[in-house]
């Protein structure tokens, strides 16, 4: 036995001695002594893997250069063939220099989205130029947070990346929020340009803000549960109906609350249903080219949490269009994001705290997210710089997100929803970040997002004639008064 195998043995008896001494303390240690004593195991591991791979490399370099020896004695005299060197590894600069690389060509698509959009408006263009917006604003918050919760490095010596802290992310979003509207304000305040948010002046007014942060928590809570529970690929298709769950609760509450309701005509339900079917295809096919749409032991349970995050962004969405036309005064979309930012916070933080569930770290089982907070303090604190400026960026983008309710609608907007994600992946695949599935499912896939990308666009076009309509014909009663 070399001194590799005698290593080898040594370092699996420690590991054995360490499973057993995890076992016996599993139900009287605390967390953080558990927690160690899985760090200490799994640096063992990697160190016994590292040993392995040494030994392997080793015993290959013997074979090849015996191979040569070999093949020199065979040839005696004549031309000796030059052994070919191991391709060198690629270069971590040289994987961060590509990585870098598609990260500026997808910021592309926002940036690009985001300069039309304000070229619109300049020309007059208001609903095409706010929609524009609100898709580049979409996607490149979408793009920021992808780059954050999923990429950040923490530990490269432990393997550990990502922030997978959906609940205690938000909850800090909201809060953060609220102190950058609170300080602008009260800059404001010495300036001729002083702004005053609008006072909640009745219990009823404080109750639907409540109910509103409510709504927007559950959302985000049982979102994220249905995560745990189903293939991303099914939660992703059930959340594409946002839009026909959204109309159907507008025409059931038009009675209770007036002036949200609205007319609704057969052309644009069939539309709207249309872009749902489309979008649903869209996800289909590339879950089933790609091969996630795993099974789910929970199946049953996940779509009915992930169907009533639907119905909690719906409310979330109407009770915004409500803000702006029944309430009077209006609550604009800054004081809408003022008042609700602390409760949603507040709403959050105990199932951050409380609330298990597994993270793509290695060694790691479920934990919360508190604790996935804690260790990303303990390992990488400036990263957390990284979520704090997420709020900044996440009150500008719920502000937008508000004004596209209340000068549209909230069956508009959530169908807008889904149009920016077909579209973002319509472009992704024209600029060469994405590739078709293959087979039958590319087909699917273009058809699909043309279809829903159509659907959006003729809805789009039926809103905006009904607004000139209702324009031109106010202009006329005004002109005959």
Not at 142 to 166: D, F, Q, T, W
Not at 310 to 339: C, E, K, R, Y
Not at 372 to 390: A, C, I, R, Y
Request: charged content about 15%.
């Amino acid at each position: 036995m070399d001194l590799l195998d005698e290593e080898a043995v040594d370092l699996n008896t420690q590991l054995l001695q360490t499973h057993l001494e995890l076992k016996k303390n599993a139900d009287v240690a605390e967390p953080d002594a558990l927690q160690k004593l899985r760090m200490e195991s799994f640096g063992a591991a990697t160190a016994d893997a590292d040993r392995r791979k040494r030994k392997i490399d080793a015993m290959d370099v013997e074979a090849r250069a015996a191979q040569a020896i070999a093949s020199l004695k065979e040839q005696g005299t004549g031309k000796q063939e030059a052994v070919e060197p191991p391709a060198p590894a690629p270069s971590k600069h040289s994987h961060h220099k590509t990585s870098h690389n598609k990260l500026l060509e997808e910021a592309m698509i926002p940036t690009g989205a985001l300069t039309v959009g304000a070229l619109l408006l300049a020309c007059q263009q208001t609903t095409a130029g706010l929609l524009a917006i609100y898709f580049g604003a979409q996607a490149g918050f979408s793009l920021y947070m992808k780059v954050v919760l999923s990429n950040a490095v923490i530990s490269e010596e432990l393997g550990i990346k990502g922030i997978p802290a959906g609940f205690l992310v938000t909850a800090i979003q909201q809060i953060v929020a609220f102190l950058v509207l609170a300080l602008i304000v009260a800059v404001l305040y010495f300036t001729p340009w002083r702004y005053t948010p609008r006072k909640l002046n009745s219990f009823k007014e404080f109750a639907c803000v409540i109910l509103f942060s409510f709504a927007f928590a559950l959302n985000i809570g049982l979102n994220n549960f249905s995560l745990s529970l189903l293939a991303v690929s099914l939660n992703m298709i059930i959340r594409s109906c946002l839009p026909v769950v959204t109309l159907i609760l507008q025409q059931m509450l038009g009675p209770c609350i007036p002036g949200i309701a609205g007319k609704v005509r057969a052309m644009e339900v069939t539309l709207m249903v249309a872009g749902v079917v489309f979008a649903g295809l869209a996800t289909l096919a590339k879950s089933e080219a790609s091969g996630s749409g795993s099974e789910s032991k929970n199946l049953v349970f996940g779509v009915a949490m992930c169907a009533l995050s639907d119905i909690a962004a719906a409310i979330n969405l109407i009770l915004a269009a409500m803000f702006g036309s029944t309430l009077n005064p209006p609550l604009n979309p800054v004081d809408t994001i003022f008042w609700m930012a602390v409760p949603c916070g507040l709403f959050l933080l105990p199932a951050s705290m409380m609330f298990s569930h597994p993270v793509d770290w290695p060694h790691f089982g479920q934990i919360t997210d508190y604790e996935v907070v804690q260790k990303v303090m303990e390992l990488s604190p400036t990263t957390m710089g990284w979520v704090l400026l997420s709020g900044f960026i996440a009150a500008g983008y719920n502000v937008l997100q508000y004004t596209v309710v209340q000068r549209l609608s909230a069956g508009h907007a959530a169908f807008a929803g889904n149009f920016n994600k077909a579209a973002t992946i319509m472009l992704s695949i024209c600029m060469g970040l994405e590739a078709l599935p293959g087979g039958v499912w590319s087909t699917v896939m273009l058809l699909a997002i043309l279809g829903n990308i159509g659907a959006f666009t003729g809805f789009s076009l039926l809103k905006s004639n009904d607004k000139k309509a209702a324009s031109d014909t106010k202009s006329e009663v005004s002109q005959g008064k």
